[in-house]
């Protein structure tokens, strides 16, 4: 089979699966990432059912179509040329939030910013430190993100997703291998799709004057006015990666269109039209330079897909 059959019939198979508007072919990633920066994918779908997704992943296998799974886009750098094959980004379409006691259920592309708040709304504690953390609740997951002494890890009680062969497995918390910024799905790539949590049962008020805190501590610290991807670099053990950089005196440095932001050293930030090559470069130049200061290697916590 030629390369431009092979292409017609992957997304004739594609087509049978997901509907018009849920499909979309050559599809700019600037648009799907806080960075605001990264090439196009060649399909790009937005789910709204487990049963969907297992479809999408049967085609992908029988075609060796590479997939690639976005939630929001608040912790990737995609490459100027974009990605191959398949994205899979969860949004709106899967993000029922409900709870049952104590056990909130929610769809992988519900933001954690709606996560807290139900949670706060219904007097359930535990998710507080994730009310600024502008991702999905499946991406948070996956990083098992954190901030303010809270992490995912302390919340999740069970995950649903999507192998690769297109198979339905429930993964409870011991499966999942948590560890900073690492979860099992990490190396497993299975999609998750559906997120338990167990929290506890606490007074509205006292959840609500903890998120208010985070959210005026984040306003304040953090460059939240610029497109970026969070924190650029893992925290280095006994450090802060934000202050070796600012102690190498790095604030304010720029390739191109990326800068380390002046406001908190920790963010590159695309002071505007910033290219993903200018943020690899930067993010190398800052690693060169804090080790040459400090003897730390900084390690990324922001990950790279697609093609240079
Ligand atoms: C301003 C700002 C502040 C931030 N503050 C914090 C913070 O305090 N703490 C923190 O931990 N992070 C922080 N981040 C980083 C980011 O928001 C978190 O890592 C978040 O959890 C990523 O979620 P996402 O949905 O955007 O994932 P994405 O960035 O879309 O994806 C991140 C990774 O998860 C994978 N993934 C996403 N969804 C799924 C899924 N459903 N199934 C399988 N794999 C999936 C992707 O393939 C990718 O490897 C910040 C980012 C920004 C821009």
Redesign the pocket.
């Known amino acids: 089979m030629t390369t431009n059959n092979k292409q017609d019939d992957v997304l004739l198979k594609f087509q049978s699966v997901i509907p018009e508007g849920r499909l979309l072919v050559n599809e700019p990633l600037s648009r799907h990432?806080?960075f605001k920066i990264g090439g196009p994918a060649d399909y790009l779908i937005l789910p709204a059912a487990i049963d969907e997704i297992s479809k999408v992943m049967v085609i992908a296998k029988e075609y060796k179509i590479p997939v690639?799974?976005?939630?929001?886009?608040?912790?990737?750098l995609v490459l100027d040329k974009g990605i191959r094959g398949l994205v899979i980004k969860?949004g709106s379409d899967m993000s029922d939030i409900k709870h049952s006691g104590a056990r909130i259920c929610a769809g992988?592309?519900a933001m954690?910013a709606d996560v807290s708040s139900y949670a706060a709304k219904h007097g359930l504690g535990g998710m507080e430190f994730a009310i600024?953390?502008?991702?999905?609740i499946?991406?948070?997951?996956?990083?098992?993100?954190?901030?303010y002494s809270g992490e995912m890890c302390q919340v999740v009680h069970a995950v649903s997703?999507v192998c690769a062969d297109g198979d339905v497995k429930r993964f409870a918390q011991p499966d999942i291998s948590f560890g900073y910024?690492h979860s099992a799905?990490?190396d497993n790539h299975?999609?998750?799709?559906e997120v338990e949590l167990e929290l506890t049962q606490q007074e509205q008020p006292m959840i609500e004057q903890k998120m208010n805190e985070y959210t005026v501590k984040?306003e304040t610290k953090?460059p939240?006015e610029m497109p970026?991807?969070?924190?650029t670099f893992k925290r280095p053990p006994g450090h802060f990666a934000g202050t070796l950089i600012e102690e190498a005196g790095l604030k304010g440095l720029a390739v191109g269109g990326a800068q380390v932001s002046k406001k908190h050293a920790g963010?590159i930030i695309n002071a505007g039209s910033a290219t993903a090559q200018d943020v690899l470069e930067l993010i190398k130049e800052v690693q060169r330079r804090v080790y040459e200061h400090s003897g730390v290697m900084l390690q990324p916590?922001v990950?790279t897909?697609g093609q240079e």
Not at 132 to 136: D, L, Q, R
């Open positions: 990432t806080t690639t799974i976005l939630g929001n886009g608040s912790n990737i969860f992988a592309g954690l600024g953390i502008p991702g999905s499946g991406g948070a997951v996956f990083m098992n993100a954190g901030a997703g910024r799905f990490q299975c999609v998750i799709c984040r953090q939240l970026s991807a969070g924190s963010f916590e990950r897909y």
